[in-house]
């Protein structure tokens, strides 16, 4: 069985200050990870998912995340936010081979970024 | 493209009842997912249709079944309605069942029963 752990529910940060939304999960497989956003009223959208190759993943507007093995981790992370960044930021798991399949994604509970000016 | 689209957006039932939620995949995926949003919580897989038949399965009673239609769209299915059923359910499709494809959601339908 899979889990996944976002260590907190709520992150206030300045408009243009760097931001850290931190991911842990468990798995006695090897995973596919995603970061999914979720603004209000709306259904989620993939932020950037980690399948293989370079830890290091990217999305298009200016979001990053790592993946790192050693210490089960998934964090995303961006270097100046905007006030358009504030939303419900979820992370998801699959096992190696699924993703997303038969066995569907695992979410955590879910981090609501809040940006203030 | 059409993304996923959902049907209806709102539904208010009663304790006992049954309901019916549609989703309409996007066009050239072939897999349907379902999950449940509890207020607060993250999505939670119901199960998954590929081919017209159930892929797998969460953890949820038999009441929640589904179907998936030849053109791909789906129904959730949900019998003797419970108060703690009030969520938002979300259908996702993908073009593969498996392989790390992408999941790609819709706006869902709130769900409210009292």
């Known amino acids: 069985a899979q889990s996944v752990t976002q260590l907190d529910s709520q992150v206030p940060v300045f408009e243009e200050a760097p931001v850290e939304l931190r991911c842990n999960y468990s798995?006695?497989?090897?995973?596919?990870l995603f970061w999914y956003v979720q603004y209000p009223n709306q259904g989620l959208q993939l932020l950037l998912k980690y399948l293989s190759g370079s830890t290091l993943v990217e999305s298009i507007n200016g979001f990053e995340a790592e993946f790192n093995k050693s210490q089960t981790s998934f964090h995303l992370r961006k270097p100046s936010v905007h006030i358009s960044d504030t939303a419900e930021y979820f992370c998801a798991v699959s096992d190696l081979g699924s993703g997303g399949g038969a066995d569907g994604l695992t979410f955590g509970k879910g981090t609501h970024l809040i940006i203030q000016p | 493209e059409t993304g996923v689209t959902q049907s209806p957006t709102h539904l208010i039932k009663t304790r006992g009842q049954q309901v019916t939620l549609r989703c309409s995949s996007q066009?050239?995926?072939?897999?349907v997912s379902w999950y449940q949003q509890a207020l607060g919580q993250g999505p939670q897989f119901i199960f998954q249709y590929y081919r017209e038949e159930e892929n797998g399965r969460g953890n949820f009673p038999p009441r929640f079944s589904g179907l998936q239609f030849p053109n791909y769209s789906s129904e959730l299915n949900v019998n003797a309605l419970e108060l703690d059923d009030s969520a938002l359910y979300l259908c996702?499709?993908?073009?593969?069942?498996?392989?790390?494809?992408?999941?790609?959601f819709g706006p869902g339908t709130r769900l409210t029963v009292l």
């Open positions: 798995s006695s497989v090897s995973v596919y």
């Open positions: 066009s050239g995926h072939n897999t």
């Open positions: 996702a499709s993908s073009p593969l069942a498996g392989e790390g494809n992408e999941q790609f």
